[in-house]
């Protein structure tokens, strides 16, 4: 499944009156957003450490919930929508009485709290921290009841599954994990990509949505994680997902700003929307009409009607590759990199250095691009091996302290094909077929 050219509307109803309503109240980036199914509470978190609880559609907050010591990195609502649940930098994880605007129950954990969810029918809630933790919770009594380590792996995303019960969770090496309730413990770790993931969310019943650093959102088919399909369009890293409430839509939202809504039945952008200067950090679809809520770095929060910006052609298909390239396996493995590297001669820098004339240069030698100094002074020079090694033990291991993203590439037959279609596309007169890729 691949994005196609953009639609010329975008068809999801609005609530209220048709126009983007901006919110603001905080003092820094908001990190995190939580909505009642029906639209009629919106929680937002934030950086400068304070909630505010909003009624959509009043441009003033309801009320301002202080608690934390550090900024409010998670957020996630109870079904009732009378009680929340923060986690932020400060290792402080708070279950909020919305209506009284206080604390019922404080934990402090070890680390930093990255990730929360809360059952949707079930008493029960989960935490992610930054030392590689997973804390299960009793969301009656306050009482943690069992933390469980990753071996190595820090979460980056929790997500419920509503009929099993079981929690999934993602980690900054590209992996999912499953923990069962009773008794508590971790399944076995699945590879599910290269990649760090940065969120997760549930497209439909058996079909589970995931965003990672490479710009890619995977569509995966429960309970097996077969790989259903791919939503390619971004540019930058994905940091947030949200499914319209019914399902058959879905909106990203990445690290330079950009918003694209995707149709999911026919696996296309409908609409890009660029509505913050610097990362979308979260998304929340919200009410039975279902309206679309923005977090931004800009410390707005931001609603979005119908048919407003105009639709960008950011997105168009000259971006994908050419039939014959697409049925190439190294072409198709080229995907995930095509949102920082360009192949052709006058593709240039994007927020990786171009890949043209790649084999035999030196590392960190691309003119005007700002190298990392750990892989300016690595004394590496790309050839077939080199390249290799890279993705068979990453990055963080072959070019420590460098600023390429975290990324494996376990297939020696996959690197085998993408090295062999980068040597080609990458010479001088190659033919590279991902302009501006």
């Not at 997105?315 to 994908?320: D, E, I, M, R, V």
């Not at 990199?337 to 043209?356: I, K, Q, S, V, W």
């Amino acid at each position: 499944m691949r994005s196609l050219p953009l639609a010329l509307a975008l068809l999801f109803g609005l609530s209220g009156p048709v126009g983007g309503q901006e919110l603001r109240g905080h003092g820094g980036p908001v990190r995190a957003l939580a909505a009642t199914a029906d639209g009629t509470l919106l929680l937002s978190g934030s950086f400068d450490t304070s909630l505010i609880a909003w009624r959509p559609g009043e441009a003033a907050a309801l009320r301002v919930l202080r608690g934390h010591d550090g900024g409010v990195n998670a957020l996630a609502l109870d079904p009732s929508g009378q009680h929340a649940l923060s986690g932020g930098e400060d290792g402080r994880l708070i279950l909020w009485d919305l209506e009284a605007a206080t604390p019922r129950f404080r934990l402090e954990l070890a680390a930093k709290v990255v990730a929360v969810a809360v059952h949707p029918s079930r008493a029960s809630a989960a935490a992610g921290t930054g030392d590689g933790a997973i804390h299960l919770l009793d969301l009656a009594t306050g009482e943690r009841r069992a933390k469980l380590l990753l071996e190595g792996a820090r979460p980056t995303a929790l997500l419920f599954l509503p009929e099993e019960g079981e929690l999934l969770v993602a980690d900054h090496l590209g992996g999912l994990w499953s923990v069962e309730d009773e008794p508590a413990r971790l399944r076995e770790r699945r590879p599910a990509t290269g990649f760090a993931i940065t969120d997760l969310a549930l497209a439909s019943p058996r079909t589970l949505a995931l965003s990672a650093i490479d710009g890619t959102i995977r569509l995966l088919v429960l309970p097996g994680l077969e790989l259903r399909g791919e939503l390619v369009g971004h540019e930058a890293p994905v940091l947030a997902l949200s499914v319209a409430p019914g399902g058959g839509r879905l909106a990203s939202g990445d690290l330079k700003g950009r918003i694209v809504l995707w149709s999911l039945p026919e696996g296309r952008a409908e609409r890009v929307l660029e509505p913050h200067a610097g990362p979308v950090w979260d998304l929340a679809f919200a009410g039975p009409r279902p309206t679309l809520w923005s977090a931004g770095n800009d410390a707005v929060v931001r609603r979005w009607a119908e048919g407003e910006p105009e639709v960008s052609p950011s997105l168009a298909a000259s971006n994908a590759p050419s039939a014959a390239e697409e049925s190439e396996r190294g072409a198709r493995l080229f995907r995930s990199c095509r949102a920082c590297h360009t192949l052709e001669a006058d593709g240039g820098n994007r927020a990786g250095p171009t890949l043209f004339r790649l084999f035999g240069r030196p590392a960190g030698s691309v003119p005007g691009y700002p190298y990392s100094e750990a892989l300016a002074r690595s004394g590496i020079v790309w050839t077939e091996e080199t390249v290799d090694r890279l993705f068979a033990l990453g990055p963080e291991t072959f070019t420590p302290g460098s600023k390429m993203p975290l990324q494996r590439m376990p297939d020696a037959g996959d690197r085998a094909a993408l090295i062999a279609y980068l040597k080609r596309v990458t010479a001088p007169g190659g033919g590279a077929g991902e302009k501006g890729g």
